[in-house]
């Protein structure tokens, strides 16, 4: 396993459009994370799951964002009617939750969105 | 609640010196987890270190050093005989409890190693 992988790595979309961002954790790793990440800034959490099950949710992540995990392997991050304010870097995280790396966070390489 | 400061936004250098970047941390819970972050130019976050609340031994690993203090709430980090390929944005984060052990990260210190 190679490790946490995004697609797709850039984004560049209209205004109104949606959008969807895929991540692939680490394979034994049952804990997904999205962040949000702007220029200049650290990230921002958006949302974690624990194998399928989404278990929080950040005030940021308004209803136009959802996303899912539905097998507990893969995830996908979708934005609806996209804004320029969502133009930033998504990135993902994936964590186990035993053994020596516990609680240790990997990140992918993100998706960089920009919104025209 | 909790925070991580990271009061040093842009330190600069010239290769060789050593540099310490700063992180303090506040939390209320007893078990918690300190990490550092390195961001290079490229974007992806690489994982450095976790330490726990309750192992105050410093660690070395290579060039880089740890030192964790819970008398003061911090957790530095040293690069000694730095090189231009340190040049990265470092993060500090912590989790505990509190958080549903989510990382609260710092807002990061710019380094510039000049050759």
């Known amino acids: 396993d190679t490790g946490v992988s995004q697609d797709p790595r850039h984004k560049i979309t209209k205004r109104g459009q949606n959008v969807t961002f895929r991540c692939d954790p680490i394979s034994e790793h049952n804990r997904l994370y999205w962040y949000r990440q702007t220029l200049g800034q650290g990230p921002e959490f958006l949302t974690y799951?624990?194998?399928?099950?989404?278990?929080?949710k950040s005030r940021l992540l308004s209803d136009r964002f959802s996303a899912e995990r539905p097998k507990g392997s893969f995830s996908t991050l979708e934005i609806q009617r996209t804004e320029q304010g969502d133009s930033a870097m998504y990135l993902c995280?994936?964590?186990?939750?035993?053994?020596?790396?516990?609680?240790?966070?990997?990140f992918g390489p993100g998706t960089r969105l920009t919104v025209l | 609640a909790q925070k991580v400061t990271q009061a040093q936004t842009e330190i600069s250098v010239v290769e060789k010196e050593d540099v310490t970047l700063d992180c303090v941390y506040e939390?209320?819970?007893?078990?918690?987890?300190l990490f550092w972050y390195k961001q290079p130019p490229s974007g992806e976050l690489v994982f450095l270190i976790r330490?726990?609340?309750?192992d105050e031994q410093n660690e070395i690993s290579g060039r880089y050093s740890w030192n964790f203090q819970k008398s003061t709430s911090s957790f530095n980090f040293t690069i000694t005989a730095s090189q231009v390929v340190d040049s990265a944005v470092y993060f500090c984060?912590?989790?505990?409890?509190?958080?549903?052990?989510?990382?609260?990260w710092g807002a990061g210190t710019k380094l510039i190693i000049k050759p």
């Open positions: 995280a994936s964590s186990p939750t035993s053994g020596g790396s516990y609680n240790e966070q990997f």
């Open positions: 330490r726990n609340s309750f």
């Open positions: 984060a912590l989790s505990d409890l509190d958080s549903n052990y989510q990382l609260i």
């Open positions: 799951f624990q194998n399928e099950a989404q278990l929080e």
């Open positions: 939390t209320r819970d007893t078990t918690y987890y």
